[in-house]
């Protein structure tokens, strides 16, 4: 069941991308230096390679993130629910999907000299790994 419903969340996550982040975050931006700048999220989903850009920022001390996907996502969507995971980033947003919300997370996290971006859709439902280059 989860090979056959893995293609139709991640067709349905990423045409759906701009929704409304779920929380605040107050994670300084002192705590997430290494994670601050542009980013290029890499991945292969069953419908074929896909490139994100996020940008993850100091806002008034506080960390903050907006995510887009030209050209099916051309407008950033803001990331507000940002916190530190062992040595990584999550960043938490919800997904609407036809009126319904589906929670979704992006872990980055180091991987000797480059970096892994690990996607999260419906809470385990539906996961896949990519790469992270920064900008």
Same mark, same amino acid.
């Given at each position: 069941?989860?090979?056959?419903?893995?293609?139709?969340?991640?067709?349905?996550?990423?045409?759906?991308?701009?929704?409304?982040?779920?929380?605040?975050?107050? +994670? /300084?931006?002192?705590?997430? @230096?290494?994670?601050?700048? $542009?980013?290029? !999220?890499?991945?292969?989903?069953?419908?074929?390679? &896909?490139?994100?850009?996020?940008?993850?920022?100091?806002?008034?001390?506080?960390?903050?993130?907006?995510?887009?996907?030209?050209?099916?996502?051309?407008?950033? +969507? /803001?990331?507000?629910?940002? @916190?530190?995971?062992?040595? $990584?980033?999550? !960043?938490?947003?919800?997904?609407?999907?036809?009126? &319904?919300?589906?929670?979704?997370?992006?872990?980055?996290?180091?991987?000797?000299?480059?970096?892994?971006?690990?996607?999260?859709?419906?809470?385990?439902?539906?996961?896949?790994?990519?790469?992270?280059?920064?900008?």
């Amino acid at each position: 069941m989860k090979s056959r419903l893995a293609p139709i969340l991640v067709a349905l996550a990423v045409m759906a991308l701009p929704s409304r982040s779920i929380a605040q975050t107050s +994670l /300084a931006a002192s705590e997430a @230096a290494a994670f601050l700048g $542009g980013w290029t !999220l890499s991945l292969d989903t069953p419908q074929g390679a &896909m490139s994100m850009d996020l940008t993850v920022k100091d806002d008034a001390g506080k960390v903050a993130a907006a995510i887009s996907a030209p050209p099916l996502m051309p407008d950033e +969507l /803001a990331i507000t629910d940002l @916190a530190k995971e062992g040595e $990584g980033l999550a !960043l938490k947003f919800l997904l609407d999907i036809q009126g &319904m919300q589906i929670p979704a997370k992006i872990l980055l996290t180091p991987d000797g000299d480059k970096w892994k971006a690990n996607f999260d859709f419906a809470d385990g439902q539906f996961a896949i790994d990519g790469t992270a280059t920064k900008k």
